[in-house]
């Protein structure tokens, strides 16, 4: 367990000296440095251009801070962003729903059936060592340059940590307690039901987060690789154009809305597991 | 599950962090227990995956026979091997390759370098922890490879938008496991050291190292990952040669034979590299087994 705890540490919090709390600053110091560094390099980038001159090549494709918020800004103002952000999040929303729906119940089978699991394991473990994204030009192949070859490119990309964390939180299930219900005549889908799923909940809600990045990044590249429309081809297109600004009000975009879905996430798992005498095991996954 | 030698039974933390880096823990409970089992029973495990390997594509290429189908949009595997012969013997598959491997070596040498140092100074130095651990969560959690369009137009389709790319990808989870694996330093190993007359330097070789060297892997299994990706999108998006390339290339050619030989072949790379730090992990570091 020491592990996870050191990986898992988000932040200062779980630093050292973090909970001491001696003196009021002490307690305050590690938010304080950790804002205050934060706030620097935003200065230091706001002020760059003031301070050194920029060749007029550079300047072209620097941009400051409040360019950026200026830019998003615009953008929500004038509602231009609504038309991408609507197609990015489709695509987004329908393959990570595609990733858990397939994934959960293959995860549960596949920890509850050794046989299935040798026979799938060979499949699981190379394409989990795999970047998926290597099937982006097949997908675009198969379906064309609209909407499902990224359905598909970020369902394969969220699949595997759901899949997999699914797999092992089922391993893990208590063998008494899915005994006991066993005696009580429950079938495997009560076991599943009553054991298993509220067992592997932690991990299920890690390998959802870890998902949400890799339906990002799917998303993300692509939009850039093969696409119409999108933020993704927005922000190429911006790029070309060196409207650098816009690039980086998509970037400002997509880490909003993986931030989103994974507090989202972490709401519906403390919904869930209020029963919980205390969090057993937070998982992992930054 | 996530290797073949992983044994039954691989403890929780494992899994859960299958792609947060923490070192790998495999099970304590093996299934070596079978031993006076039958070969068959004892390596269940392994014949099952390879058969079901051989059926899948055996399955692949039996299909061909009973369904008409368009070669355009569908290869099978005797074609598919075929491929991968030709791209060997004309040798466009090492030029690729060759052509991939100098930026990904630059941006991942220069990833461990960086990462590595900066992880070690932010364990050791509790207040630069604080300073910067939201700084690199911030960048960490939003997804870097959205800058591609801006690495590519600022610094070209060459070895330096790559290796950017993929340096700016993989060198995260150096840096929060390095840091990770110096708080995890043992103060009462560095106490016994210093009790018995160990120099600085046994201090580090025996105590610091060892400790930190696990996590460290396990930072590079999470980037070399992320440094495929890295290579995928900078080629996929502009480059004119190189893996990620050919993949693209042979697609738009609707050559599907030989984009899938590529693509196999990247998956063999990223299951070598994986599994083989896995390994590594294993046998250089067993006291951590089941820990």
Redesign the interface.
């Known amino acids: 367990m020491r592990e996870t705890d050191a990986i898992v540490a988000d932040g200062a919090v779980a630093l050292e000296g973090g909970t001491r709390a001696a003196r009021p600053w002490e307690s305050l110091e590690p938010s304080l440095l950790g804002a205050g560094t934060i706030a620097l390099a935003l200065l230091v980038w706001e002020l760059a251009p003031h301070l050194l001159t920029l060749s007029p090549g550079m300047e072209l494709f620097f941009t400051t801070p409040t360019r950026i918020a200026a830019t998003l800004w615009n953008m929500f103002a004038t509602g231009e962003i609504w038309q991408p952000l609507r197609v990015s999040a489709t695509a987004f929303a329908l393959g990570l729903a595609m990733a858990i729906a397939a994934g959960l119940p293959l995860g549960i089978l596949l920890g509850r059936s050794p046989t299935l699991d040798a026979l799938f394991d060979p499949f699981v473990t190379a394409l989990n060592a795999t970047p998926r994204l290597v099937f982006l030009p097949l997908f675009l192949l198969w379906f064309g340059l609209g909407l499902w070859s990224k359905v598909l490119i970020v369902f394969v990309g969220a699949l595997f940590p759901i899949l997999i964390n699914t797999y092992e939180g089922v391993r893990n299930a208590d063998k008494v307690l899915i005994n006991v219900v066993r005696s009580f005549g429950a079938r495997e889908w009560d076991i599943a039901r009553l054991v298993m799923v509220p067992n592997a909940l932690p991990y299920i809600v890690a390998g959802l987060r870890l998902a949400i990045g890799r339906a990002v990044l799917g998303v993300v590249v692509a939009e850039f690789f093969g696409s119409q429309e999108g933020l993704g081809v927005m922000m190429v297109r911006a790029a070309s154009s060196y409207h650098v600004d816009i690039v980086f009000a998509g970037v400002v975009v997509f880490a909003a809305l993986s931030l989103a879905m994974t507090s989202l996430v972490k709401m519906i798992e403390k919904r869930l597991s209020g029963w919980r005498p205390q969090h057993a095991n937070e998982g992992g996954g930054r | ?4 030698a992983s044994s ?16 790998a ?1 495999t099970g304590t409970a093996t299934d070596d227990g079978a031993r006076g089992q039958s070969f068959a029973a004892r390596h ?2 392994l ?7 051989a059926l ?1 594509f055996a399955i692949w290429e039996a299909l061909f026979l009973v369904v008409p189908l368009n070669t355009l ?1 569908i290869t099978k595997p005797s074609l598919i091997a075929l491929g991968l012969v030709d791209l060997i013997a004309t040798g466009d598959l090492a030029r690729d390759l060759a052509v991939s491997a100098v930026p990904f070596l630059y941006g991942f040498v220069a990833a461990v370098l960086v990462g590595v140092a900066l992880g070690v100074l932010m364990g050791w130095r ?2 630069l ?7 690199m ?2 960048f ?11 690495v ?3 610094f070209g389709v060459g070895v330096a938008g790559k290796a950017l790319l993929i340096f700016l990808l993989s060198v995260f989870p150096f840096i ?2 390095a840091a ?1 694996g110096v ?2 330093v043992d103060p009462l190993l560095i106490n016994v050291v210093r009790s018995l007359g160990g120099s600085e330097k046994d201090l580090y070789l025996k105590v610091i190292v060892p400790s930190v060297l696990p ?1 460290i892997i396990a930072g590079a299994r999470i980037g070399i ?1 992320r440094a ?2 890295g290579v ?2 900078a080629e ?2 502009a480059a004119s040669e190189g893996i ?1 390339y050919a ?2 290339r ?3 050619l ?1 050559a ?1 034979d030989r ?2 030989a590529c ?1 196999l072949i ?2 063999l790379i ?2 070598v ?3 083989g730090l896995r390994w590594a992990e294993r046998t250089a570091f067993p006291w951590r087994i089941g ?1």
Request: glycine share 8%; hydrophobic share 60%; aromatic share 14%.
């Open positions: 599950m996530l290797g073949p039954e039974g691989s403890p929780s933390i494992r899994a859960a962090l299958v792609e947060s880096g923490a070192p823990c269940r495990k014949l099952l995956g390879g058969l079901s390997v899948f949009f509790v207040r922890a604080y300073a910067l651990d939201p700084l969560t911030v960490y959690a939003s997804p870097l490879v959205a800058l591609a369009p801006l590519v137009v600022l929060f496991n990770a708080r995890a996590y990952g495929l990706i995928l999108v996929f998006f990620g993949i693209a042979f697609g738009d609707f599907l984009m899938f693509i990247i998956m990223a299951v590299f994986t599994e820990q």
